[in-house]
């Protein structure tokens, strides 16, 4: 069952065996098969930090209908970028923060500037950050969106998701959602369904970057049996078709071995957005135990342009 697999992987005490992870990197033909790459716009894929398409990597889970893993489509150059949006950018207003109802900052403070800038304060704040939510604020009481509480997607998360989207066939899909995850080493998330979009029929598009991840997804039911899987800095996760409603979480964060984002680059990167050097130096810091996780969706059903319109 799912709720007995969560407390497996999440103990310490014993510490889970992990030889029943699914792992890409160690291709398991009875597990996944390799899939086309169903892209046919892949100019813009140096802008936003992506490899060459034709060079992606794309699996489906054989008995998990709808599940889909691209093997990290992300430059070296690429994850840097994202890894310092995410902490920089991503952190701060417009965007709502958890820590948002505690009055933790003060006018015009952020996140990342107390963080880098002032060591003791730095030190208790840096693990309070758990969540940014921007586009459609999702309301975790009510569990749905609202008109009221909504601000822009960034253009460069929204060209970077359309190309992830149509790899894999999706080539309506708009990013109106997204909850970037902040998880540190002791970090997990329980055991849920996103079921809040009026459109879920659109797929949901999980990134990896950081330290390493188990995730796992069961079925319909927290009853049914789940599998897990490693998610390494880079990987994409799409839930799609069966796999949206799946019941899914993180049970354990694990040490990478091999952090892909200090690799030197063979792809050319003259098109990619500015990376500020004193910044990544600082978000490189952050990343040697964290994971960050971009979750992006669509909300609304295609042609749909409010939560006010029948459709």
């Known amino acids: 069952m799912f709720k007995d697999s969560f407390k497996y992987y999440k103990s310490k005490k014993p510490p889970p065996n992990l030889e029943n992870v699914i792992d890409?990197?160690?291709?398991d033909t009875t597990k996944v098969i390799r899939v086309s790459n169903k892209c046919t716009n892949s100019q813009d894929v140096f802008?936003?930090?992506l490899k060459t398409v034709l060079?992606?990597?794309i699996f489906e889970f054989t008995d998990i209908p709808g599940l889909i893993f691209i093997r990290n489509p992300f430059t070296p150059v690429g994850q840097r970028f994202w890894i310092t949006k995410c902490l920089k950018d991503y952190s701060k207003k417009p965007n709502k923060l958890n820590i948002d109802v505690h009055n933790i900052l003060q006018s015009k403070e952020t996140w990342w500037d107390i963080c880098t800038t002032?060591?003791?304060r730095g030190t208790d704040l840096i693990p309070k950050l758990r969540w940014a939510t921007l586009g459609y604020h999702h309301n975790w009481?009510?569990?749905h969106y609202s008109e009221d509480s909504k601000t822009e997607i960034p253009e460069e998360l929204s060209k970077m998701t359309k190309i992830i989207a149509q790899?894999?066939?999706f080539h309506d899909f708009i990013a109106e959602a997204a909850i970037?995850?902040?998880y540190r080493m002791n970090s997990t998330l329980a055991g849920h369904v996103d079921h809040s979009e009026v459109n879920i029929e659109a797929p949901l598009i999980s990134i990896s970057f950081g330290q390493t991840a188990i995730f796992l997804i069961g079925g319909l039911s927290q009853n049914n049996p789940a599998n897990a899987i490693f998610l390494r800095s880079g990987d994409v996760v799409i839930m799609s078709g069966k796999s949206r409603m799946c019941y899914h979480g993180v049970p354990r964060i694990l040490s990478t071995k091999n952090p892909v984002w200090n690799v030197d680059d063979d792809e050319p990167d003259n098109n990619i957005m500015s990376i500020n050097n004193n910044d990544w130096n600082k978000a490189k810091v952050f990343i040697t135990d964290t994971r960050i996780n971009m979750n992006v969706r669509q909300v609304l059903k295609t042609g749909q342009i409010s939560l006010h319109q029948n459709f």
């Not at 890409?24 to 291709?27: A, E, N, P, T, V």
């Open 24 to 27: 890409i990197d160690k291709l």
């Open 47 to 49: 802008a936003v930090g």
């Open 55 to 57: 060079s992606w990597e």
């Open 118 to 120: 002032n060591k003791q």
């Open 141 to 143: 009481d009510t569990k």
């Open 167 to 169: 790899s894999v066939g």
């Open 180 to 182: 970037i995850n902040y």
